[in-house]
């Protein structure tokens, strides 16, 4: 039977066990803390005036959260009972049915999202002239919501339906202004099975394999690939179980299997790219000719492996994990290794969530100073 998001979980007394042992351990280990050596100093110089103040609180605060009994694991447990007795994940996590899990993030709606995304559209158009201007082709590969494509495990959870047309239509605002995009969810949706991990906000190597064949696709449809310069080698390895990065967001990461959500049971390939040749140590290797900028989504999943199978050459990682929209592209278009060996073409991935969010400062100066740039 489907677990629809918004039904409490029966699961007897074991929360409420849970739920005693740690108050009296709780007990015992704040009683400790007050006895020991810090907590009497703490005690003895506290005043009137220090605990009007919220001084004496403050520190005593930290003193428990330092110096508990195994505090750390009492707050997992912590956690624990609220998983297990309402099926709670905290503020950043929902839950859909039969073990998936969703980012909050990706059902929000957030203020001026049209103009948020035409912004961003002038921004990626500026960037394209700019290496245009030295011979460097920009793909931009939006990496679609986990809730769009995997939206038949929503069940209980409503994704706001004016978030159905939000990556086309930022997809055509970026082809209208002549930058050239692969559309990945086009590539997912047909797919059978699971394209994302259940427990992750990032697709699984079934979806991996199908974006980056999308790219490659691309390029080849394009006449933008670059000469094939091997093979890659791919090796499957064993199924482990993999704790999803909604697990951990949820605070449960380091609960025992069975007082937390159940993770992934998932194989990684192991991929060794294809190689230009060249001596490294000489420094005449050459740079790869495809550099990938983005964010976590370009990190899990063997998503760079994949690519760098599917053109049969070497890709760069340049992405970082929280990127967001811009992070990525404004640190390797810094970077020496773009000065000194600038690639053919840049792969720039962005989560569809963050397409239309407010620009945080960082991303408004860069927009300013491309903008002084722009001829």
Not at 314 to 343: K, Q
Request: proline share 6%.
């Amino acid at each position: 039977m489907s677990e629809k998001g918004s039904e409490n979980r029966e699961t007897g007394p074991l929360p409420g066990l849970v739920l005693a042992l740690v108050l009296v351990a709780g007990l015992i280990s704040g009683l400790s803390s007050l006895l020991s050596p810090q907590g009497g100093a703490l005690l003895k110089r506290a005043t009137l005036a220090d605990v009007a103040a919220g001084r004496t609180t403050g520190e005593l605060s930290r003193l428990l959260n330092d110096d508990l009994l195994a505090g750390a694991t009492l707050a997992q447990a912590a956690r624990a009972i609220d998983w297990l007795a309402v099926g709670d994940l905290g503020a950043a996590v929902r839950r859909g049915c039969d073990g998936w899990l969703f980012l909050r993030e990706e059902l929000e709606i957030h203020a001026d999202p049209a103009q948020a995304m035409a912004r961003r559209a002038d921004l990626v158009a500026r960037v394209a002239t700019q290496l245009r201007a030295r011979g460097i082709g920009l793909v931009i590969a939006v990496a679609p919501d986990k809730s769009r494509i995997e939206s038949r495990h929503l069940c209980g959870l409503a994704r706001p339906a004016i978030l159905d047309d939000r990556l086309a239509g930022f997809n055509a605002l970026l082809t209208a202004r002549g930058v050239e995009t692969a559309d990945l969810a086009a590539a997912l949706r047909p797919l059978d099975g699971e394209r994302y991990y259940r427990t992750d906000t990032h697709w699984n190597e079934r979806g991996a394999r199908a974006a980056a064949q999308a790219i490659a696709t691309r390029l080849v449809s394009s006449g933008r690939a670059p000469p094939r310069a091997g093979e890659a080698t791919l090796t499957p390895g064993a199924p482990v179980e993999r704790i999803g990065d909604l697990i951990r967001l949820a605070g449960l990461g380091d609960v025992p299997a069975g007082f937390r959500p159940a993770g992934d049971v998932a194989a990684s390939t192991n991929i060794v790219q294809p190689s230009l040749g060249g001596d490294d140590l000489l420094g005449d290797a050459p740079g790869p000719p495809v550099v990938m900028i983005g964010s976590s989504f370009s990190r899990n999943a063997n998503f760079i492996g994949f690519l760098a199978a599917a053109l049969g050459v070497p890709v760069g990682d340049m992405a970082r994990d929280g990127a967001g929209f811009d992070g990525a592209a404004r640190a390797y278009f810094a970077n020496a290794a773009f000065r000194d060996t600038p690639p053919a073409i840049v792969i720039w991935e962005i989560p569809e969530r963050v397409i239309d969010a407010p620009a945080a400062a960082a991303e408004q100066s860069w927009d300013g100073d491309l903008a002084a740039k722009a001829p």
